[in-house]
């Protein structure tokens, strides 16, 4: 997620101020197709070219709209909306992180979705998705993609050690990386010291970084501090890779899943096709996909991700009627067949999860664990909140910093990012 250099960032800015002409685009042609701007912020290799040839099949059926299509890195996607959206420059459709989309309606970029083409079908969308992308009572967003964390593992390794099912809880999963180190040689289990990683643990606490029905930060309370505290255990342990501190730790981790050598770690649905490149998964149904390990209270959650498309509110009416019916297109149950099957990336509506979509392994097992997925707060600044979190938890993982100390210094900063919270 972390890529490019200075040089090229230059380039791509430069690029994208020239194709990002969204509502303010006066080159055509009065009497012409519309020319409407797609930022897509997909994985250039693996998923852009399914969209690009959609992109064409919409604009063979559609005569009179044209798709400017602009492939823009994820990292650098956000902070360029912002800026673009803030000078009346940004693309007409916006693939949005879920998080993203409450914090671009706050700032008035988006468009209210509600009785449009757009959303047209909002009955056959998940209503979770749909709540994820409603900011104060209206809807900026149609689900695109859906993913959420599951626990991965490697059946055969489970199998050699005599385990005959995942782990429930995070204390099975620590007896059951000791007995595959027992038995395999290799490690069990090994842990993300990123925030994102780690809500599973908050959620199986009962708990979340911070409470917005009571406007208070909860990063310190004695549930999350189990929490983490369980978090941090499963980096110490037979068994129990050690935390990895470096700026290379998801790739390492991610290798080392592929290739046989640790039996489980926590990943997301986004990966589906890197896992089946892995020398460990070249028989896809070697992957086993498990709902995340319970807390202490006995359930298991997860957090909801993906992207919903979104419709500039800048653009004028020519322009956006013409986006409403190119997002309606693009998250149609077809189109979203298209892309799982192609992409092996989860639909939003069920209908889309057709049996040719389930026959790949990874997305019915992804499919089968949404229901623990628990959707985001329609709060603006709750993606943010992970940032201050990924500082310290390095630290803690790392020996560096005390828990106390670490979650102490992530609420002080928490507290500036939501500074009508209580502590």
């Known amino acids: 997620m972390r890529r490019g250099i200075a040089a090229t960032a230059l380039v791509a800015s430069l690029a994208l101020a020239a194709t990002a002409c969204g509502g303010s685009d006066s080159g055509d042609e009065a009497d012409g197709p519309v020319t409407i701007t797609w930022w897509d912020t997909s994985n250039a290799t693996n998923e852009a070219p399914t969209y690009q ?19 823009v890195p994820f990292d650098q996607a956000q902070n360029k909306f912002d800026t673009a959206a803030g000078s009346k420059g940004a693309p007409d459709v916006l693939r949005s992180e879920v998080g993203w989309t409450p914090a671009f309606a706050k700032k008035g970029f988006f468009a209210p979705l509600d009785g449009t083409e757009a959303l047209k079908d909002q009955a056959a969308f998940q209503p979770s998705l749909i709540e994820q992308a409603t900011y104060e009572g209206k809807t900026y967003g149609v689900p695109f993609t859906t993913d959420t964390l599951a626990l991965v593992y490697n059946k055969e390794l489970f199998e050699k050690a005599g385990i005959k099912e995942a782990p429930k809880t995070w204390d099975d999963l620590k007896k059951a990386a000791a007995t595959i180190k027992d038995k395999t040689g290799v490690d069990g289990y090994w842990g993300s010291t990123q925030a994102y990683y780690a809500q599973s643990f908050l959620y199986g606490e009962g708990t979340d970084t911070v409470d917005v029905d009571a406007k208070k930060i909860t990063v310190t309370s004695p549930e999350a501090k189990k929490a983490y505290g369980t978090w941090k255990s499963l980096f110490s342990g037979k068994g129990l890779h050690r935390a990895d501190t470096t700026a290379d730790a998801y790739a390492h981790i991610q290798e080392a899943f592929v290739s046989g050598k640790v039996a489980s770690i926590v990943q997301g649905p986004w990966e589906i096709t890197n896992f089946y490149k892995g020398s460990a998964f070249k028989d896809k149904n070697n992957l086993g996909i498990a709902t995340v390990p319970a807390g202490s209270t006995g359930k298991a959650g997860a957090p909801t991700g993906g992207h919903n498309l979104s419709v500039y509110a800048g653009s004028d009416a020519a322009h956006q009627k013409a986006s409403m019916k190119f997002v309606n297109f693009m998250t149609s149950a077809k189109a979203q067949e298209t892309i799982a099957l192609k992409n092996s990336t989860l639909p939003t509506r069920e209908d889309a999860y057709t049996d040719k979509v389930k026959a790949d392994p990874g997305i019915a097992g992804y499919q089968g ?55």
């Open 369 to 423: 664990v949404l229901a623990s997925a628990q959707p985001r707060p329609a709060l603006p600044e709750y993606s943010s909140l992970w940032g201050p979190l990924d500082d310290e938890l390095i630290k803690i993982a790392g020996g560096k910093e005390s828990l106390d100390k670490g979650l102490g210094n992530a609420e002080t900063a928490i507290a500036k990012l939501v500074p009508d919270f209580s502590k």
């Open 53 to 71: 040839a959609l992109v064409k099949e919409f604009e063979a059926a559609n005569k009179g709209i044209k798709v400017k299509y602009v492939n």
